[in-house]
């Protein structure tokens, strides 16, 4: 079926270092892909997407590439903050179909001073 | 202009227990998408309203019902409450059914002991 997963969590990191979260899709057809963002306390927020193959979602510092040959949309920052902390949540949209997200399980993100 | 918004916040239920809880989109949205997080885990989606009919649904028993209101507000209703219905219930809102940019309440945290 589809689905989507990612690395789990924990990540800790200290400030200003390199930032990768993995993520790997199951579906069927060319699903666009998106990463949100939960912080504390909050509802999920978009924090980029990406809707065909090649494609490159950026925001904020963030970059995910949609890869079709690997299936992956893995996210990156070259330089986390003590404000990144957060839980990221990886999820793909099923084409000309039903239209719904379908999520990963979310990695959460520590970022030490 | 106010972004999505959920109520109660917090509720506490007994098992057997009905609940009821209340979204009003984002202005200008028109469709209701639901989701219960369970804890540690990416959001589900329930289903989805538009027009005030029930477009799509996700694998959930009867028990889970809704209702879309003319203002375009909607309401999750859950009958019959079992322990393992204790989560964070999402309202996400978006507009014509296009779900590429869901914008988030910051959900209802359901205790059912």
């Known amino acids: 079926g589809n689905s989507v997963t990612q690395m789990e969590g924990p990540v800790t990191l200290s400030e200003e270092a390199f930032l990768t979260i993995n993520c790997t899709y199951t579906?069927?057809?060319?699903?666009?892909l998106f990463w949100y963002v939960q912080y504390p306390g909050e509802g999920l927020q978009l924090l980029l997407k990406?809707?065909?193959?090649?494609d490159k979602g950026s925001n904020k510092g963030f970059e995910a590439t949609y890869r079709k040959e690997t299936t992956s949309f893995h996210l990156e920052k070259g330089s986390v903050q003590v404000s990144d902390s957060a839980v990221y949540f990886c999820?793909?949209?099923?084409?000309?179909?039903?239209?719904?997200?379908?999520f990963g399980k979310g990695t959460r993100l520590h970022i030490l001073p | 202009d106010a972004g999505v918004t959920q109520s109660p916040t917090h509720l506490i239920k007994t098992r057997g227990q009905q609940v009821t809880l209340r979204c009003s989109p984002k202005s200008g949205h028109d469709t209701v998408s639901w989701y219960q997080q369970a804890l540690g885990q990416g959001p589900q989606f329930i289903f989805q309203y538009y027009e005030e009919e029930e477009r799509q649904r996700g694998n959930f028993p009867d028990r889970f019902s809704g209702h879309q209101f003319p203002n375009y507000s909607s309401e999750l209703n859950v009958n019959a409450l079992l322990l393992g219905d204790s989560a964070l219930y999402l309202c996400?809102?978006?507009?014509?059914?296009?779900?590429?940019?869901?914008?988030f309440g910051s959900g209802t945290q359901l205790s059912v002991l």
């Open positions: 579906a069927t057809g060319y699903p666009s």
């Open positions: 999820a793909l949209r099923l084409p000309n179909r039903d239209d719904k997200i379908i």
């Open positions: 990406a809707t065909k193959a090649d």
């Open positions: 996400a809102s978006s507009l014509d059914r296009v779900n590429e940019k869901l914008f």
